[in-house]
C-alpha cells in the first residue's frame, strides 16, 4: 500500500523568506500524481500545486514550486517570498494512475507559521 | 448548489446513536471519498467511492458505512456512535485521476 510522510509536524518562517516542506512517499508503482494542498484556519482545502510522475520538470504556481525526485520518492514544496495569508496546515498527497483502487493518499501535514 | 456541500456543519451526538453525514457534489464528478481529520493523524481515508454503484474501503472504515446509489450523492453513516469517532469529517469528490479533488466544507462531529 501506498504512504505519505511528512516529516516535520510544524515549521516557522519569517516573513518574506523562503521555506520548504518535506514529503516522501512509498510505492511500487511509475506513473501517479502527487499533491499539496493548504488547509488554512478557515479548515477549507485548497489545492496548491499538482505534479505528474511522468513529467521531469518541477511544476510552479507563483511563489510556489516543488522539487520532485523520482528516485528518491521525495516530493518537497518550496514557498518564496512567505507572506502571512501562507500560515496553514499543508498536506502532501499522493494518487495512483493506474491502480484498480483510486484512492487519494495524504501525509499528517505540515503546520505552517508565518513570523511577522 | 455549487461544488461539494456537506451537511451538517457541527453535530453533538449521544453516544450509540446513528448519524448520517450527508455529501453531495453537482460537478459530476466519478470519485468521491470520505476523510476523517484528527489532530497530529492528518486526513485519513474511510471510504471511497470511484463511480456510482461501487464502493471501496479505506484506511480507517470499522464503525462506518456508506452508499453510492447515484453520482451526485455519498452519505457517510455511523451506525452506533462512539466517541473514538469524535472528529472532523470531509467529503472530496474528483472528476478523474489526473485532477485535483474538490473538498467540502467539513463537518465537525463530537461523540459524547
Known amino acids: 500500500a501506498q504512504t505519505v510522510t511528512q516529516s516535520q509536524p510544524e515549521m516557522s518562517v519569517q516573513e518574506a523568506e523562503t521555506v520548504t516542506l518535506s514529503c516522501t512517499y512509498d510505492t511500487s508503482e511509475s506513473d501517479y500524481y502527487l499533491f499539496w494542498y493548504k488547509q488554512p484556519p478557515s479548515r477549507q482545502m485548497i489545492l496548491v500545486i499538482r505534479q505528474e510522475a511522468y513529467k521531469q520538470q518541477n511544476a510552479t504556481e507563483n511563489r510556489f514550486s516543488v522539487n520532485f525526485q523520482k528516485a528518491a520518492k521525495s516530493f518537497s514544496l518550496k514557498i518564496s517570498d512567505s507572506q502571512l495569508g501562507d500560515a496553514a496546515m499543508y498536506f502532501c498527497a499522493y494518487r495512483s494512475v493506474n491502480s484498480r483502487d483510486d484512492k487519494i493518499i495524504f501525509g499528517k501535514g505540515t503546520r505552517l507559521h508565518i513570523l511577522p | ?112
Open chain 2, 1 to 112: 448548489i455549487a461544488g461539494i456541500t456537506q451537511a451538517p456543519t457541527s453535530q453533538i451526538l449521544a453516544a450509540g446513536r446513528r448519524m448520517t453525514l450527508r455529501c453531495t457534489q453537482d460537478m459530476r464528478h466519478n470519485a468521491m471519498y470520505w476523510y476523517r481529520q484528527d489532530l497530529g493523524l492528518g486526513l485519513r481515508l474511510i471510504h471511497y467511492s470511484n463511480t456510482a454503484g461501487t464502493t471501496g474501503k479505506g484506511e480507517v472504515p470499522d464503525g462506518y458505512s456508506v452508499s453510492r446509489a447515484n453520482t451526485d450523492d455519498f452519505p457517510l453513516t455511523l451506525a452506533s456512535a462512539v466517541p473514538s469517532q469524535t472528529s472532523v469529517y470531509f467529503c472530496a469528490s474528483s472528476l478523474d485521476r489526473s485532477t485535483e479533488a474538490f473538498f467540502g466544507q467539513g463537518t465537525r462531529l463530537t461523540v459524547v
